[in-house]
């Protein structure tokens, strides 16, 4: 078997170089790829270099959201050995700075986050048949979920984090979700998980809508189609996963006086306006979410034990040789949800 792996050189160039395989330190493991889900970054990265000020400047290896099989474990390592499959935290906090001594990891002032240019040299990610990594970023997995269900450890731990802005026990409570994709959808999920009465979710998209039904939605309407004031001060709670600025428009629009607005998705970098007096004269809580802390290891719980069903979001597998046609179909939200590329010999399955 040779070994593949996916680097990024700039915009639209994905370049397959051969990779030799690796050999862990002490205190690390090399992983080889299961599945690696495409994430809203990753395509930034591929199609125009770039994610906001974080510029591809060297060759990126992306994929921050991935599963594997240990390969090869260091002399070190306790309670790991080859052939576990393991979830990937791709987050490494320094665990020394402020907000990680006060228990808010992620947001680390020094993060190094797998599958980011944030950092020179680049944090490099695990679109790569292996990788190596410290022994602490990987979590064992003894059910037998597969690996492309596993890889979405990283995106429910979004969702489970904007459900833990929002106040985490949402018994009784009514929820709007803006945004249908693989967060919106997470997030529709976590909230069901925390006790919502009612999860309604928005999008401008009939596809995405019907499959966010199929995850436990209890409503579903398209934004571009309805009037928001038939829906106006109707939720308690809002998670804003769209990243649009008429998505968060209908949430501070649909939130009761004195709700909760949880901003998970990335709104335009510049020239937005923000309606800030609605937040001042309807006294509402409007809160972000970045990634996730210790919700990972609850994902990854949540997702072994099948006390959720992500398989509706994954739209289709493709092997890492395929990542320029995989990275074309997960752009395409009118047809995909998760794509994931998939380690080189690792059957397809979901
Ligand atoms: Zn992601
Ligand atoms: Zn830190």
């Not at 709007?176 to 009465?197: E, F, M």
């Not at 890492?320 to 397809?348: H, N, S, W, Y």
């Amino acid at each position: 078997m040779s070994l593949v792996n996916c680097r990024i050189h700039g915009r639209e160039q994905i370049v397959l170089e051969p990779l030799a395989p690796l050999a862990p330190t002490p205190d690390e493991v090399v992983i080889r790829l299961g599945a690696g889900g495409i994430c809203g970054s990753d395509l930034h990265y591929y199609f125009e270099g770039r994610v906001g000020n974080f510029v591809v400047r060297e060759p990126l290896t992306p994929g921050h959201e991935a599963s594997g099989v240990l390969e090869k474990v260091g002399s070190n390592v306790k309670g790991l050995e080859a052939g576990m499959k393991v979830a990937v935290n791709p987050s490494h906090p320094c665990g020394r700075c402020a907000a990680c001594r006060g228990g808010r990891e992620n947001l680390c002032e020094r993060m190094f986050f797998l599958g980011s240019a944030s950092v020179f040299p680049h944090a490099q990610g695990m679109f790569a048949d292996q990788f190596i990594l410290g022994a602490r970023q990987v979590i064992p997995v003894e059910s037998d979920i597969s690996l492309g269900e596993l890889a979405f450890a990283e995106p429910f731990a979004v969702g489970l984090h904007a459900v833990q802005r929002a106040g985490g026990n949402l018994t009784g409570k009514r929820v709007l979700v803006t945004g249908a994709g693989t967060i919106g959808s997470l997030c529709a999920i976590a909230a069901k998980l925390a006790g919502a009465a009612e999860v309604t979710v928005c999008d401008v998209l009939d596809r995405p809508l019907e499959v966010v039904m199929q995850v436990g939605a209890d409503h579903v309407f398209r934004s571009d189609l309805a009037d928001m004031k038939d829906h106006a001060g109707r939720f308690d709670v809002a998670l804003e996963a769209a990243g649009h600025p008429r998505a968060l428009l209908s949430c501070l629009e649909g939130v009761r006086r004195g709700g909760v607005i949880v901003q998970v998705g990335t709104l335009p970098h510049d020239g937005m306006q923000f309606p800030a007096n609605l937040v001042m004269q309807r006294e509402i809580d409007y809160r972000g979410a970045f990634r996730w802390g210790v919700e990972f290891d609850w994902a990854v719980q949540y997702l072994a034990e099948r006390k959720v069903d992500v398989r509706p979001l994954l739209t289709k597998q493709f092997p890492l040789d395929q990542a320029v046609e995989a990275f074309r179909l997960a752009a395409d939200k009118t047809r995909a949800t998760k794509v994931q590329v998939m380690g080189t010999d690792i059957p397809m399955t979901f």
